[in-house]
Nanobody, 128 residues
């Protein structure tokens, strides 16, 4: 059974930075697509970023492109999301998820329905 634990959230002023981490146990980490999603109150969970199983490809939502960077360390079984130039609209609960499939197709990994396991989430609050 795959378990994911997010950490690194908090309260930050607009323009600040945070680094989220996702620790994964169980399963075969190096075979997984890792995705970061977020959910604000009253809104649906939305795609933020994803990274391929070997780290060779990444993809971002337009709203975070050039501000956020996703990375992974297969040896440590962790994935990170570096968030810079944060805006109040980035406020949400951030979740990491895994897909156990070698299918790097954008319509696939940007859909929350494709993910088999999720962490409990970490709150990010950006004040103006």
């Amino acid at each position: 059974q795959v378990q994911l634990v997010e950490s690194g959230g908090g309260l930050v002023q607009a323009g600040g930075s945070l680094r989220l981490s996702c620790a994964v146990s169980g399963g075969f980490f190096s075979n997984y697509i890792i995705g970061w999603f977020r959910q604000a109150p009253g809104k649906e969970r939305e795609f933020v970023a994803a990274i391929r199983w070997d780290g060779r490809n990444t993809n971002y939502a337009d709203s975070v492109k050039d501000r956020f960077t996703i990375s992974r360390d297969n040896a440590k079984k962790t994935a990170n999301l570096q968030m810079n130039s944060l805006k109040p609209e980035d406020t949400a609960v951030y979740y990491c998820g895994v897909i156990g499939s070698f299918t790097w197709v954008r319509t696939y990994y940007t859909s929350s329905n494709s993910y088999a396991s999720w962490g409990q989430g970490t709150q990010v609050t950006v004040s103006s």
